[in-house]
Nanobody, 119 residues
């Protein structure tokens, strides 16, 4: 079983920054591919960013490229999302997710953390 707990969300002005963290437990962290997703009110959940087991491979939603950075610290079993130049359209509940390296589907999810960007 994998448990994921997000933290770091909050209220920030447009142009500001936040750093989200996701603490993983219950399984060896370095066997997991990790991702961030978000869901705004009235919308479907969407992919934001993902990172490979080693951290060498990263992928981003087009609208966050150049502003968001996904990273991981395998020694601390922690995933991060550094969000800079935040925009009101980034407002959403952000979710940490995990999957096995050999399975494309994300099977494990955190509880979510609210990010609100004011204009």
């Amino acid at each position: 079983q994998v448990q994921l707990v997000e933290s770091g969300g909050g209220l920030v002005q447009a142009g500001g920054s936040l750093r989200l963290s996701c603490a993983a437990s219950g399984r060896t962290f370095n066997n997991l591919h990790m991702g961030w997703f978000r869901q705004a009110p009235g919308t479907e959940r969407e992919f934001v960013a993902s990172i490979s087991r080693s951290g060498d491979g990263t992928y981003y939603k087009t609208s966050v490229k150049g502003r968001f950075t996904i990273s991981r610290d395998n020694a601390k079993n922690t995933l991060y999302l550094q969000m800079n130049s935040l925009k009101p359209e980034d407002t959403a509940v952000y979710y940490c997710a995990a999957r096995m390296a050999t399975i494309l589907k994300y099977d494990y999810w955190g509880q979510g953390t609210q990010v609100t960007v004011s204009s």
